[in-house]
Antibody
């Protein structure tokens, strides 16, 4: 069955960078886009961007442009999100989610990675 | 960006009773292919979101038939015909017609 397993919680200082991983299993990793979203404490979700694991193409939300980079390692079926110049407002749970184009929906989600940014 | 507005923001329901959640979009989510790019998700306490309804009205695999989705281009409704204890959590809508945007979430609790 499909699983997306994310890396563990991170605590970073403001100004630092963080790299979160999302390991896929149970399906062809290069076939389905991976989206990243975040959920700040007490708030709804915010879309960060997406990547096509097949060709590495990416699209980022304007809110993160210049601070976020998506990469992938197809040999390890793993997608990565690196967020730099961290600030306290980046404190959130970050999720990767598989996008199933047939249903135009996020059909599987990772368990989430808690990021805490301290000043 | 398309703005998604949910109501109510919280709901307290007696087991066995129905529940209804509304999601309105600032623009039509009707694609030229005839499909409505709106999904409903449930985030149970301590868990990741799970897909309930896709393309406005289609139940995802394994979702009980007490859940149903309906709607026009801008007004959508998720209905639970008979709420059960396991349905507690936060329900939210996501539009995927353009850059994905999310409703604020509706917290459902059991009376």
């Amino acid at each position: 069955q499909v699983h997306l397993v994310q890396s563990g919680a991170e605590v970073k200082k403001a100004g630092a960078s963080v790299k979160v991983s999302c390991k896929a299993s149970g399906y062809s990793f290069t076939t389905f886009p991976i989206h990243w979203v975040r959920q700040a404490p007490g708030q709804s979700f915010e879309w960060v961007g997406w990547m096509n694991p097949g060709n590495g193409n990416t699209r980022y939300s304007q809110n993160f442009q210049g601070r976020v980079i998506f990469t992938r390692d197809t040999s390890a079926n793993t997608a990565y999100m690196e967020l730099s110049s961290l600030r306290s407002g980046d404190t959130a749970v970050y999720y990767c989610a598989r996008y199933f184009a047939n249903d135009e929906s996020f059909d599987f989600w990772g368990q989430g990675t808690q990021l805490i940014v301290s000043s | 960006d398309i703005v998604m507005t949910q109501s109510p923001l919280s709901l307290s329901v007696t087991p066995g009773e129905p529940a209804s959640i509304s999601c309105r979009s600032s623009q039509s989510l009707l694609h030229s292919n005839g499909y409505k790019y709106l999904g409903w998700y449930l985030q149970k306490p301590g868990q990741s979101p799970q897909l309930l309804i896709y393309l406005g009205s289609n139940r995802a695999a394994g979702v009980p038939d007490r859940f149903s989705g309906s709607g026009s281009g801008t007004d959508f409704t998720l209905k639970i015909s008979r709420v059960e204890a396991e349905d507690v959590g936060v329900y939210f809508c996501i539009q995927t017609l353009q850059t994905p945007t999310f409703g604020q979430g509706t917290r459902l609790e059991i009376k």
